[in-house]
């Protein structure tokens, strides 16, 4: 069973600060994407990392897929209240192209 | 084209009773994904079309459920006896055949199961 543990769960900052969410698994994925969610609404695509050792920014956000490609993070760097809500990452599995989910991350930034 | 679109929105129903929820996809997508989201967590795989063929389906699919895309454009997701437990969001995703491109998903279907 491909697992995608990601952590931590919940984070609640202050505006301004740094943060850093991470995505492990023990499986490669083909892709890795990072997804946003707000309340009531469905996921919505920030990044796709294909190749391992891939860094990808937008913005303020810097995106990395680990060598192997099973490991992924997502830094965010001063960060704003506009980016509160649920990140979620999630693995593409070579058939099918069905997404394995992490738990997600709720960030809370206050201002 | 404006996304992927569910209907309903919401749908709150009485323990024991029949629901069925509808998916539309962007229009030249030719995959179409069914996923489920329980509060506090990320979405789980249902099952998945290439055109009208289901191709897979988890092993959270119950024979309570089941999902049908006729035409290889809409589909639907029927829960047949709901039980408490089947209160979530239901997800639908679509996409072209390429591994890589981008699930586009719709808005969700609340259920709640009384």
């Known amino acids: 069973t491909q697992l995608l543990e990601q952590s931590p769960q919940f984070l609640s900052i202050q505006e301004g600060e740094n943060l850093t969410v991470y995505c492990n698994s023990s499986s490669v994925f083909s892709s890795l994407q990072w997804y946003r969610q707000e309340p009531g609404e469905g996921p919505v695509l920030l990044v796709t990392v294909v190749t391992g050792g891939e860094v990808k920014k937008l913005k303020r956000l810097t995106f990395q897929f680990g060598d192997a490609r099973k490991d992924s993070s997502l830094h965010i760097t001063a960060a704003q209240p506009g980016d509160t809500g649920l990140y979620l990452c999630?693995?593409?599995?070579?058939?099918?192209?069905?997404?394995?989910f992490g738990q997600g991350t709720t960030l809370q930034v206050k201002p | 084209d404006t996304g992927v679109s569910q209907n309903p929105r919401h749908k709150i129903t009485k323990r024991g009773q029949n629901v069925t929820f509808r998916c539309d996809p962007i229009s030249e997508h030719n995959r179409l994904y069914w996923y489920r989201q329980t509060l506090g967590q990320g979405p789980e795989f249902l099952t998945y079309f290439q055109n009208e063929a289901q191709l897979e389906k988890s092993r959270l699919l119950s024979d309570r459920f089941s999902a049908e895309r006729p035409k290889g454009s809409f589909s639907t997701l029927e829960i047949q006896r709901t039980e408490q437990g089947d209160s979530a969001m239901y997800l639908c995703?679509?996409?072209?055949?390429?591994?890589?491109?981008?699930?586009?998903f719709g808005p969700g279907t609340r259920l709640t199961v009384l």
């Open positions: 999630a693995g593409e599995t070579p058939t099918g192209g069905k997404l394995i």
């Open positions: 995703a679509s996409t072209r055949i390429q591994e890589g491109d981008e699930q586009f």
